[in-house]
T-cell receptor
Framework: GENVEQHPSTLSVQEGDSAVIKCTYS??????FPWYKQELGKRPQLIID?????GEKKDQRIAVTLNKTAKHFSLHITETQPEDSAVYFC????????FGAGTRLTVKP | NAGVTQTPKFRILKIGQSMTLQCAQD?????MYWYRQDPGMGLKLIYY???????DKGEVPNGYNVSRSTTEDFPLRLELAAPSQTSVYFC?????????????FGPGTRLLVL
């Protein structure tokens, strides 16, 4: 089955800086890659996703890039704000979605 | 729409007790899922369902059972609770032919087994 590794496990940045979270996956047949944000005590919520026929997708301050050859994908957050502080999960799916262990992002004002 | 709802929000069980975690969705989604999230960890799939009457095991099904008698409801049953089942349980749903669409999560049920 699919195995997803996520790095780093914790990330601290200054407000206004960029943050990058990276994930690798093992199943070359995986073709759907969502990113979820989970605030403390809340449910995970989708923030952006990408499919394997696209290399990059952007939505305002967040973007995701996908390298199918290397089997890795990344989340990029620019101009970070304190409200971006949360745990971010990547996932990969080919009819069997697996989640990474999460990255705790702290944005310091 | 209420989206995905879960009850209860929090429960304490004694070892060996049983309980049912309730999940309902009003979005007419065909797929429903149960995950557990241990502290500082990601989400592990327990069971999922592709529609009423059809369920299948995920990564960590041992100690749990599910049923799907309607499109809306997907209860998770814990028999003989063990401390290892202490976790936060999330129900989710999605719509589509394959499990590659956005999953919408419920608010979670925090379970403590003592």
């Amino acid at each position: 089955g699919e195995n997803v590794e996520q790095h780093p496990s914790t990330l601290s940045v200054q407000e206004g800086d960029s943050a990058v979270i990276k994930c690798t996956y093992s199943d070359s047949a995986s073709n759907y890659f969502p990113w979820y944000k989970q605030e403390l005590g809340k449910r995970p919520q989708l923030i952006i996703d990408i499919r394997s026929n696209v290399g990059e997708k952007k939505d305002q301050r967040i973007a995701v890039t996908l390298n199918k050859t290397a089997k890795h994908f990344s989340l990029h957050i620019t101009e970070t704000q304190p409200e971006d502080s949360a745990v971010y999960f990547c996932a990969a799916s080919n009819n069997d979605m697996r989640f990474g262990a999460g990255t705790r992002l702290t944005v310091k004002p | 729409n209420a989206g995905v709802t879960q009850t209860p929000k929090f429960r304490i069980l004694k070892i060996g007790q049983s309980m049912t975690l309730q999940c309902a969705q009003d979005m007419n989604h065909n797929y429903m899922y149960w995950y557990r999230q241990d502290p500082g960890m990601g989400l592990k799939l327990i069971y999922y369902s592709v529609g009423a009457g059809i369920t299948d095991k995920g990564e960590v099904p041992n100690g749990y059972n599910v049923s799907r008698s309607t499109t809306e409801d997907f209860p998770l049953r814990l028999e003989l609770a063990a401390p290892s089942q202490t976790s936060v349980y999330f129900c989710a749903s999605s719509y589509g032919d394959r499990r590659q669409e956005t999953q919408y999560f419920g608010p979670g049920t925090r379970l403590l087994v003592l």
